[in-house]
């Protein structure tokens, strides 16, 4: 089993959509969770970090589970430029180094 | 944010041959990483890159094969030794930690294709 796990994906959705996004990983030690953006072609990006009481940025809303080991984003009035693969990261705490990559989940937001 | 940049952005080499890749960042930081991206895959640690000692390395990946230095807080290196076409790839240097906390970040990537 992978340490995190996401939405195989692709995801292909209609401008305004609302389209959300599961990742679950594996050890229960983790502290820090996140969900990046890569672009084609460019580095991840971080697009937000997850806490425990869910954290709203505009259009994007994550959640935690700690419980079930759960993360997720969803992603509200899709726009063309959502169009990316979104990454789901896990780590085991402030200065604890090393993330671990989830496969990433690609949505493509079409007009 | 970090800044950070990498050279070359992209070779072509012949298989057989060695490449060093470098990675600048614009502060000392804690804790600098190299990664590896497949294509159409997600990233891959290859190794903590130790500032004065040795590197760690993730599991598959050997010190003969990825060679890296880390002479000072603000850069690092990583070697692809005696390349073949299966190390085609991109090579990101990621960043954590003091003083930039816990996001990571990540440089532009350096595109290789081993011919």
């Known amino acids: 089993r992978k340490e995190v796990e996401q939405d195989p994906g692709p995801f292909n959705v209609p401008e305004g959509a609302t389209v959300a996004f599961n990742c679950t990983y594996s050890n229960s030690a983790s502290q820090s969770f996140f969900w990046y953006r890569q672009d084609c072609r460019k580095e991840p990006k971080l697009l937000m970090s997850v806490y425990s009481s869910g954290n709203e940025d505009g259009r994007f809303t994550a959640q935690l589970n700690r419980a079930s080991q759960y993360i997720s984003l969803l992603i509200r009035d899709s726009k063309l430029s959502d169009s990316a693969t979104y990454l789901c990261v896990v780590n085991l705490g402030t200065n604890a180094g090393k993330s671990t990559f989830g496969d990433g989940t690609t949505l493509t937001v079409k007009p | 944010s970090a800044v950070i940049s990498q050279k070359p952005s992209r070779d072509i080499c012949q298989r057989g041959t060695s490449l060093t890749i470098q990675c600048q960042v614009d502060s000392q930081v804690t804790m600098m990483f190299w990664y590896r991206q497949q294509p159409g895959q997600s990233l891959t640690l290859i190794a903590t890159?130790?500032?004065?000692?040795?590197?760690?390395?993730e599991s598959g990946f050997v010190i003969d094969k990825f060679p890296i230095s880390r002479p000072n807080l603000t850069f690092s290196t990583l070697t692809v030794s005696n390349m073949s076409p299966e190390d085609s790839s991109i090579y990101l240097c990621?960043?954590?930690?003091?003083?930039?906390?816990?996001?990571?970040?990540f440089g532009p990537g350096t595109r290789l294709l081993v011919l």
């Open positions: 990621s960043v954590v930690g003091h003083p930039y906390g816990e996001t990571q970040y």
């Open positions: 890159a130790n500032q004065g000692s040795e590197a760690t390395y």
